[in-house]
């Protein structure tokens, strides 16, 4: 696919969204797409290769969430992967400042070459665990925005996420099909961590039977120095 068709195709899905992208950004996430295509090859980024499922089920995707980041300045991705969402929202607002969280070194290699070759500024991809981030002094509460795009179900994520956000800032969990249930198994969760359910908006991906769900919660507390609980327990032991 060339950068003319790419472009033809991903501003048909951000109509959809009422978005509309500057020329360089437009060559960014080209550029973005094929840094991915290359480096899966060499190493498991990412199940969907195909041009045209990368732009609807990664970028849009990941756009998605943009509608709730009006006034924020600061957002780091947790669990972060091949950089959904952070890197598209990166692009679409480039003022704000990001961090990419993720536990695997390689994935990490990965995103510091893609912010490089996109000449990306005030954006930086860290190596380690949440459970740990979210007790250093320096990542604890220091976020207007906290998101994850499908790493675990709610009870557990939650515990991932809410050290990391500022009181009465949002953390945003981007999920796939149905999550009524982990929305109840989370109350406890919820109620625990400070944190209050703003909205729960559920769509399909533009022009696709593709269901999404955005859960925000507004966190009107700050956490309990108690959690996170030590690597590995948020999965292993749910608060439910």
């Avoid at 893609?114 to 190596?127: C, D, S, T």
């Avoid at 740990?132 to 790493?151: C, H, L, P, Q």
């Avoid at 099909?177 to 400070?194: C, N, S």
Wanted: charged share 35%; glycine share 4%.
């Amino acid at each position: 696919m060339d950068i003319k068709e790419f472009e033809e195709i991903f501003n048909e899905y951000l109509k959809e969204l009422d978005l509309k992208l500057e020329k360089n950004q437009i060559e960014q996430f080209y550029n973005y797409m094929q840094i991915l295509i290359e480096w899966n090859e060499k190493m498991n980024l990412t199940a969907i290769t195909e041009e045209k499922e990368i732009i609807i089920k990664h970028f849009i995707d990941s756009l998605t969430i943009y509608k709730y980041l009006s006034n924020e300045k600061s957002l780091i991705d947790v669990g972060t992967g091949a950089g959904f969402p952070g890197i598209p929202i990166k692009i679409l607002k480039p003022e704000m400042e990001i961090v990419l969280l993720d536990s695997l070194n390689k994935r990490v290699k990965f995103l510091e070459e893609v912010i490089n070759k996109l000449e990306l500024k005030n954006i930086v991809a860290v190596h380690g665990r949440a459970e740990d981030f979210g007790k250093n002094i320096n990542y604890r509460e220091k976020f207007d925005v906290v998101t994850s795009r499908a790493v675990a179900n709610l009870p557990t994520l939650l515990e991932y996420l809410a050290p990391f956000v500022k009181v009465n800032k949002k953390c945003i969990c981007m999920k796939g099909q149905d999550v009524e249930e982990e929305l109840k198994k989370a109350k406890k969760a919820i109620d625990l961590f400070g944190l209050k359910v703003q909205e729960m908006d559920t769509f399909l991906l533009p022009r696709t039977d593709m269901k999404r769900n955005l859960i925000v919660l507004d966190k009107v507390k700050s956490l309990d120095k108690r959690f996170p609980r030590k690597a590995g327990m948020p999965a292993k032991e749910p608060i439910v």
